[in-house]
């Protein structure tokens, strides 16, 4: 009894009232039990070592150095141990077992420390130097360790000579730096010190060489008409079309290269209609480029043409399908038999004289043959077997291009494989863009275009040129990257060669400096293909007097920009097909600017060639009308004058005379009086005898011959 209540705890004084120990606060008593807590160690369980493996975010405690236990030494247990009981020491191992095994995988967040080791350990190229464009001389100086002045002095070597605060090229800081030893990056390098960014290369797509068959389909074929001016290939459109074109022409005449697109019997056939004007060589090369077949347009009451002849040239040194339409047959005159001998003298030996070149007799006013041509187009295509993979990445050439107000540069394009959609970007030539919108030969606006579609395209960054082609890229940043760097390979172009100064230059230009005038001109049409062509023309003026220069050509209205241009350049402004902006209008009032706009072509042609004769002063020609030998010397009251006889001709007062003495002209001048006896006549004919004064000439010689002559102002020619 006595050992269990020596076990049980001592019972709680409930009602003692005379014992005088103070009760401890109820603070106090909270911290005495905190302390007795925190005094008997916590075991770590499983769960405690899983969650500090998984806890990445929590910092790593040092491990403690385990003592080393020497070689051969006998472990020797403290005293304590021998207090212990055997299940606290099972409990014990238990737990120190627990721990140790999750010690190793308690690292392995460090693992993935490594894989940045390689970054962190390589050294920066103290000798590479990087800078982003623009190169300031001071800047390059600074990374280099050195002064401005010392940089400059390099640069004055290699003739640049910058100030400190402005810009180099690029490749003339790569010299410089290379003078002292540094290697020169343009392009700024990616994180982590001596690494060096490749340059991405963005290319063109290239063409499809081979499709699968089961990817092709077949096209609209391309159809052009050509021949010369006048001889009805737009009208014969306007019949296929049953529109009215032509009347809708200036002089009735094509002055642009069209596209458009209707259907027989349910297929698409594409038309291109060529002017046929001597100066649009230009416009019908690239019509037979793009073209499948061509339609030779030959009026049957002219016969064969120069433009026709330039036509058939094209046509087979590009090997194309030619059918000849001799056209106005409905005419009295016409003569197809004609026509068709003079193909043969051409190289086109027709199926009626037993050749393998269609000629059919047509008439655009009364549709005569029509339907026969028609026919032999869609014959002659299937033939061809025209197909195209409307899947590919998309291509169209550009054959006509403006600025239209509202829309800004725009391009008529015919897509030659894949499909041109709205909203893809693309490159065409050394601009890139976006297709805006899509606008078909009736002026409706559509989302897509096929292979063999004429549309209008809208969204380029600046007017294209004729003849480029219009490649559809992967991404705006390619097509931007692309045309960056095809505008700086032309900026090098222009900078490789410069015009030295020679001494045979310098001689020539002194030679021409006082008998070459020149004509400024500035030109604006309404479509870049007729810029070139009239360009083309007026520079095939030929003329050794007079030179003309164009400050300024391009597509669009004329601009009040231009007309302060023309001012300040004294230049005449040429618009073809084209108006003035309202700016413009008040401008040429102000700067007192001559602005000639013209609607047919050759009219402009003849008036630059009357204004380059304008610029050219009438050669001043001698024209001798009679000799008078001095027979005699008279005194007279001034001077003295020469009594003469007329060999020849005759004299005129208000003719220049000269004194000949032998072969050497002693006197140049007007003659002051001619007198017959006492009276002044006007003239004296030959065999008669007359008194003549010249000027204040009073040298006079028995035997001298007195030459008169006229001088007459002749226009010059070109």
């Known amino acids: ?115 940045e080791a390689p970054v962190a350990d390589q050294p920066v190229d103290p000798k590479l130097i990087s800078i982003k464009p623009p190169i300031i001389v001071s800047e390059l ?56 960014h490749k340059e991405e290369v ?53 002055q642009h290269i069209g596209a458009y697109q209707v259907e027989h019997n349910g297929q698409p056939v594409t038309f291109i209609d060529t002017p046929g004007h001597a100066i649009f060589s230009e416009m019908r090369a690239r019509g037979a480029d793009v073209t499948d077949i061509v339609v030779l347009v030959v009026a049957a009451n002219d016969g064969i043409m120069p433009q026709t002849e330039e036509a058939i040239k094209l046509a087979l040194a590009a090997n194309k399908t030619i059918i000849v339409a001799i056209n106005k047959c409905d005419l009295p005159t016409a003569d197809p038999t004609r026509v068709k001998t003079q193909l043969m003298d051409k190289g086109l030996n027709p199926v009626d004289f037993g050749g393998d070149i269609e000629c059919l007799e047509v008439s655009a006013l009364t549709g005569m043959g029509m339907d026969e041509l028609l026919e032999l187009m869609a014959l002659q295509a299937e033939v061809l077997e025209l197909r195209a993979n409307p899947a590919a990445n998309a291509r169209a050439a550009v054959i006509e291009a403006s600025i239209q107000a509202g829309k800004g540069p725009t391009a008529t394009v015919i897509v030659e494989t894949g499909t041109l959609r709205v ?34 395209v809208l969204g380029f960054a600046e007017l294209p040129n004729v003849g480029d082609e219009l490649v559809e890229m992967e991404s705006d940043r390619a097509a931007k990257k692309l045309s960056e760097e095809r505008q700086m390979e032309q900026r090098q172009e222009r900078l490789v060669s410069p015009n030295r100064t020679r001494m045979e230059n310098m001689l020539s230009f002194v030679g021409d400096a006082g008998r070459k005038a020149q004509l400024n001109l500035i030109l604006k049409c309404d479509v870049q293909g007729s810029v070139e062509a009239i360009k083309n023309a007026i520079g095939d003026i030929q003329s050794d007097k007079v030179k003309t220069h164009f400050i300024y050509s391009a597509a669009g209205a004329i601009t009040e920009s231009d007309i302060q241009l023309a001012a300040s350049a004294n230049a005449v402004v040429l618009g073809f097909n084209t108006k003035l902006e309202s700016n413009a209008v008040r401008a040429v009032k102000s700067e007192d600017v001559q602005v000639k706009l013209f609607s047919i072509v050759y009219e402009l042609i003849d008036q630059v060639r ?72 006007d003239e004296v004919k030959t065999g008669v005898e007359c008194g003549i004064r010249l000027g204040d000439f009073n040298e006079y010689e028995v035997g001298d011959i007195i030459e008169c002559y006229l001088l007459e102002k002749v226009a010059q020619t070109l």
């Open 1 to 115: 009894m006595a050992e269990k209540s020596d076990s049980q705890p001592p019972k709680r004084k409930v009602l003692d009232l005379i014992d005088e120990t103070p009760k401890p606060s109820r603070r106090a008593r909270q911290r005495t039990e905190a302390e007795a807590v925190e005094a008997v160690p916590k075991a770590r369980t499983v769960d405690d070592a899983k969650r500090e493996a998984l806890d990445l975010f929590a910092e790593e405690k040092p491990k403690a150095k385990r003592p080393v236990r020497a070689a051969g030494a006998k472990s020797v247990l403290p005293s304590i141990s021998k207090l212990l009981d055997e299940s606290n020491k099972a409990d014990a191992e238990m737990i120190r077992g627990v721990g140790q095994a999750d010690i190793p995988a308690a690292p392995a967040p460090v693992a993935a420390a490594p894989a």
């Open 141 to 196: 100086a600074e990374r280099m360790g050195l002064k401005s002045f010392q940089i400059m002095a390099d640069l004055i070597k290699l003739e640049v000579f910058p100030g400190p605060h402005q810009a180099i090229d690029p490749d003339i800081a790569a010299q410089v730096c290379e003078l002292h030893g540094f290697t020169f990056e343009r392009e700024k390098r990616e994180k982590g010190g001596g690494v060096h």
């Open 202 to 254: 963005i290319a063109e797509p290239e063409p499809e060489i081979e499709t699968p068959e089961d990817k092709l389909v077949f096209r609209a074929p391309i159809i052009t008409f050509m021949g010369h001016v006048d001889h009805g290939k737009t009208s014969l459109l306007d019949y296929l079309r049953k529109s009215k074109v032509t009347a809708g022409e200036a002089g009735g005449i094509t």
């Open 423 to 456: 909203g893809r970007p693309f490159i065409c030539g050394s601009s890139a863009g976006k297709v805006k919108s899509l606008i078909d030969d009736t002026g409706k606006a559509i989302t897509e275009a096929g292979p063999g579609r004429p549309v209008e």
């Open 610 to 681: 009357d204004a380059m004769l304008g610029l050219l002063d009438p050669e001043v020609r001698e024209s001798i009308i009679g000799h008078a030998e001095v027979k005699e010397i008279f005194r007279v009251l001034r001077g003295r004058a020469a009594g003469c006889y007329v060999k020849d001709g005759k004299i005129r007062r208000k003719a220049h005379a000269r004194v000949m003495r032998g072969k050497t002209p002693v006197f140049d001048g007007r003659m002051s009086t001619l007198r017959r006896f006492q009276d002044e006549v």
